[in-house]
């Protein structure tokens, strides 16, 4: 495979479950992000890895929990989920943190119920 | 605070020209990035920007006017395929991306 694939593609859940959502990048990037996507709303930033050192947190709720244990892969676990929650979460990677492209997987379209 | 800026929604017609603005109010400059998001599908990118002035890749051209906080996609010879939302970005001092909320382009026979 190449490229940034996120599994899994949808996900229904309970506001008492626990599940995790898997980000895995075929680009040799340094970096990777986790953004959560609500309808008509800007893409907004959540986790910033960098050679799996967290850089950026972005005043995300501790519900959200994320894992970088290598520069290809990146997981966000989740547990005790609010429905304001429910959105498309998207991951990305790119070759640093300078100002370059990101790289986006298809994304998870999350239904918190 | 930073603010990105973009029309809602656009039409045109399959063939013509359009032109999608962004305007922005971030803390610091490191470039301006336009992306394409098809319906369910993952964004890509499109164009980027440091410079003042016009950057042409096919039937795509990015602006920036960095004195003005201002930049503009132009797309021409419209086909029906580039039906898309189209996201412009800001990366600032941090080199962190602050995105507008997208503009959901839609053409018409």
């Known amino acids: 495979e190449t490229g940034v694939t996120q599994t899994p593609r949808h996900l229904v859940m309970g506001m008492t479950n626990k599940k995790s959502l898997k980000c895995e990048q075929h680009?040799?990037?340094?970096?990777m992000y986790w953004y959560k996507q609500s309808a008509k709303k800007p893409l907004e930033l959540m986790f910033v890895y960098s050679l799996e050192e967290r850089v950026e947190n972005n005043s995300v709720p501790s519900r959200f929990s994320p894992e970088c244990p290598n520069s290809s892969h990146l997981f966000l676990h989740l547990h005790t989920l609010q429905p304001e929650d429910s959105a498309l979460y998207l991951c990305?990677?790119?070759?640093?943190?300078?100002?370059?492209?990101?790289?986006f997987g298809p994304g998870t379209r999350l239904t918190v119920t | 605070g930073q603010n990105i800026d973009q029309p809602t929604e656009m039409t045109a017609t399959e063939g013509a020209i359009v032109q999608i603005n962004c305007t922005y109010q971030t803390s610091g400059f490191n470039g301006l990035f336009w992306y394409q998001q098809h319906a369910g599908e993952a964004p890509t990118f499109l164009s980027y920007n440091v410079l003042d002035g016009l950057e042409e890749k096919g039937r795509f051209s990015s602006f920036l006017s960095r004195s003005k906080g201002y930049s503009y996609l132009l797309l021409k010879e419209l086909q029906m395929k580039d039906s898309a939302s189209y996201l412009c970005?800001?990366?600032?001092?941090?080199?962190?991306?602050?995105w507008g909320a997208g503009t959901k382009l839609i053409i018409k026979p």
């Open positions: 990305a990677s790119s070759p640093g943190l300078e100002a370059s492209e990101q790289y």
């Open positions: 970005a800001v990366m600032d001092s941090n080199y962190q991306l602050i």
């Open positions: 680009l040799g990037h340094n970096a």
